[in-house]
Structures are given as structure tokens and as C-alpha cells.
């Protein structure tokens, strides 16, 4: 066996990071870490352990050139390849041969992980031709769907606490550190703690209202919204704000929808509450002449209201795999890896509303046969038996160069980046 040297850089507030070394080392590999905060110290916590104290830019490719070449690193493993950290390290480390691998929260919920080389959504090697998607999934079996591992919303909350207060409180520690994220840690955590204090009556409010929905008789499409911070709406979506995806939305329900139809609007369950997607979704649609058709939703059932659905809107969202694994029509409006022909709608969002094409069902099968297999692992980011289970499997692709196995890698990556709108006017 070659005994690689793998790095790692920034995962998620979670332990599953050094876990997934642990076992490596046990495979008889290397494992370094660079530290760009104190929260990714904390999650460490092991050997090997390197702290980058520097600017950005310029100064840390400059480090990281020198790390991996002093080091002799083979392989880099993070989360959030978008980061301009992690952007500049993956730059290097393509020049130098050194295997990428990105590990995300799962395409498929609620109990897996992604894990794939090279990049995800428009840097995925996934194939995006059906033909391809059929032939690779051919011999491969139906995923368990049956649910093994469960995670509380305290973990999560606590873990990410954990992470995110001693780089607030402790920021001189690495005073050059500058975080991807859009807003405040204490300034999110306030908005939480509000959104806590109304969840009940928020949550009443929205079984009420997917009630009314479902006792009418009106065809209603989804539009999942996505968390403002998330990447897969500022690196992979044609949006350089979630404003301006709710206003190409909302203006082309107006112009082509069915005069009868609804399109209901979900906040995402983890929303800050900073913006007021309500207030901005309503003042939208009454301006456009459809508030009384357009419904804002805070909760619910969403796999209920997917069911029943005649389609759903997505930038990215994986809400639009949930979609696809009840058979149902989505559109999707930026760059996804389940943006296949015969799988999504691949005509106008205009054209959606009024014959939204469901997918094939061949197709359909095929997929998620393979992105079970290739890219997705069992597991979770925060309880011990989620951690355990998702480090064991990850090390061991890792460990077997099967990642994207079976058939599930292709290079160049058949998706590209799309180009950004025009800047919203203010």
C-alpha cells in the first residue's frame, strides 16, 4: 500500500473532520491539518495540527504552496470549496496533481453525506448525460431509503456555538482570519434566538395554511427558498442575491401561470430571520398583481406538499431531489447535479407553469441508484452514531480511490459555472 499524506482544511462544526483522520491514520496514511480559526483548532483537537496565522490572498496561497510541497501532501479534504481560502488552496493543489475530495451535507436526507472528488454542483464530475447516468447505474441495486441515524437540532446549535464563539471572542488568536460567512455570528444567533420564541405559533400558522391548500382545489406549484449564505446560491446560481431569484420567480408565475394556480413559498427551516423573506415575498406579489395566489409557508410539511404538488421552483435546492423522488416535475433555475435531461424540466420557467414535464421514469431510477452509490455515503455531521458511520465509510473510499465509484466521473466536469445577472439596482 503507497502511503498518502492527506490535509485537511475547514469542515463543519462537527468532529466527524478528525474522526475520518483517525481512521486514516489507522489505514496506515498521514494527516495534517491547517487551522485558519480557533473554532477549527477546537474541532481538531488531534496531532498534526498547524495553526496559519496570516492574511489572506497572496500571503496564504504562498503558505499553502510551501505547505504541501514541505509536507509532500497527496490528497486535500474540506468542505466549502467556494471559500476563497479553499478556492486558492484547490487552485494549488490542481497545478500539483493533489487529489480534491469535497464532503457536504447529503444530496439525499435526512441521514447521508456527499462526498466527491474534484467539486460539487458546477465543479461536479457527475455525469450529466442520461445515457451515460443509465449505463453506470445499470447493475447497481435500489438505495436503502430506510432512515439509520438522527441528529437534534441542540447538537447542531451547540456544536455550532462551539465553532463560531471563540473565533468571536477570541479572534486575536488568528487576526487575519476573514470568515465566507454573510453575517455576524452573534448577529444570526439573536435572530435564532427570535425565531425560537415564535416556532409555535409559526408552526400552527403553517399547518393551518398546507390545510387550506390541501382542501382547495387549485393546482399549487413549491419555491423552496434557500438559506441567503448558502453557496449553492452565490457560486452556482445565475443570482448574486436570493432577491432577485424570488423576483424572476414571482414575475414569471404573474405573466404565465395559470389564472387558477398557487405557488407557495417555504422559508428554509434554518433562516436566520435577518431578512424578512415574508414581507419582501407578500409586497412582491401584490405589486405584480398576485397576492392573493402567492402563499408564504414557515413550516409545515414539505414532503406532504411535494406530493401533491403539480411541480416545484428551485435555484439548488436539494429540496428538488425530494421532488424528483416522488416522481413530481421540477425546474430548476441554476446549476445542480440532478439538472439532467429527462430528469428536470429543460424548457423556459415561463413554459413551466403551464406544462411542467414530469421526469422519466427510467431516468429517474437510474439516477438515484448512482448518486446513492458514487457520491453518497450514510451518515451525519452531529451525533456519535452519524459521525462514526460517515467517518468509517469516508475513510474507506478515501483509502480505496472509490470515490465517484462506480462510472460516476467524468473529466472535464460536464457542468460550468453560470454567468451572474446585472447587479440589483438600489
Not at 47 to 75: E, I, L
Not at 226 to 252: C, G, K, M, W
Not at 329 to 351: E, H, M, R, Y
Amino acid at each position: 500500500m503507497t502511503r498518502r499524506v492527506f490535509l485537511f482544511l475547514q469542515g463543519p462544526s462537527s468532529p466527524i473532520f478528525a474522526k475520518i483522520a483517525d481512521r486514516l491514520d489507522r489505514l496506515g496514511h498521514r494527516c495534517l491539518r491547517i487551522n485558519l480559526n480557533a473554532g477549527d483548532q477546537i474541532f481538531w483537537r488531534r496531532k498534526n495540527g498547524f495553526n496559519y496565522r496570516g492574511h489572506g490572498g497572496p500571503a496564504w496561497q504562498a503558505y499553502f504552496a510551501g505547505f504541501v510541497q514541505d509536507h509532500g501532501v497527496t490528497d486535500l479534504v474540506l468542505l466549502g470549496e467556494e471559500r476563497a481560502y479553499h478556492q486558492q488552496a484547490i487552485e494549488i493543489a490542481r497545478e500539483r496533481q493533489i487529489e480534491v475530495s469535497v464532503i457536504e451535507m447529503g444530496y439525499l436526507r435526512p441521514d447521508w453525506l456527499t462526498l466527491e472528488r474534484g467539486g460539487m454542483s458546477s465543479n461536479s464530475h457527475f455525469p450529466a448525460d442520461p445515457g451515460l447516468i443509465i449505463e453506470a447505474a445499470r447493475a447497481l441495486p435500489e438505495p436503502d431509503w430506510k432512515r439509520r441515524y438522527t441528529q437534534s437540532f441542540l447538537a447542531e446549535a451547540a456544536y455550532d456555538l462551539l465553532y463560531n464563539l471563540p473565533n468571536v471572542f477570541l479572534w486575536f488568536l488568528f487576526p487575519h482570519y476573514r470568515r465566507h460567512a454573510l453575517f455576524h455570528p452573534l448577529a444570526e444567533y439573536a435572530g435564532w434566538v427570535t425565531r425560537l420564541i415564535g416556532a409555535r405559533r409559526r408552526s400552527s400558522e403553517a399547518a393551518a395554511l398546507v390545510n387550506a391548500i390541501f382542501a382547495g382545489r387549485e393546482p399549487f406549484f413549491v419555491y423552496p427558498l434557500q438559506l441567503q449564505t448558502d453557496f449553492q446560491l452565490r457560486a452556482h446560481s445565475p443570482y448574486n442575491d436570493q432577491r432577485e431569484a424570488i423576483e424572476t420567480v414571482l414575475s414569471s408565475f404573474a405573466r404565465c401561470a395559470p389564472p387558477t394556480s398557487q405557488l407557495i413559498a417555504k422559508v428554509h427551516p434554518l433562516d436566520n430571520g435577518l431578512i424578512s423573506w415574508r414581507a419582501f415575498i407578500n409586497d412582491l406579489a401584490r405589486g405584480l398583481g398576485v397576492g392573493n395566489r402567492v402563499q408564504f409557508l414557515d413550516g409545515g410539511d414539505l414532503n406532504a406538499l411535494l406530493a401533491k404538488a403539480a411541480g416545484t421552483v428551485t435555484v439548488n435546492s436539494t429540496v428538488g431531489l425530494s421532488a424528483l423522488q416522488v416522481g413530481k416535475p421540477i425546474k430548476v433555475l441554476g446549476v445542480a447535479v440532478f439538472d439532467v435531461k429527462g430528469l428536470s424540466d429543460q424548457a423556459d420557467l415561463d413554459t413551466f407553469w403551464r406544462s411542467p414535464a414530469p421526469p422519466d421514469e427510467k431516468i429517474r431510477k437510474a439516477f438515484f441508484r448512482l448518486l446513492a452509490a458514487a457520491i453518497q455515503v450514510r451518515g451525519n455531521f452531529y451525533s456519535t452514531d452519524g459521525t462514526d458511520a460517515g467517518a468509517d465509510a469516508i475513510a474507506k473510499r478515501l483509502h480505496e480511490r472509490s470515490v465517484n465509484q462506480p462510472g460516476a466521473f467524468v473529466d472535464p466536469p460536464p457542468r460550468q459555472k453560470p454567468q451572474k445577472i446585472n447587479r440589483r439596482r438600489h
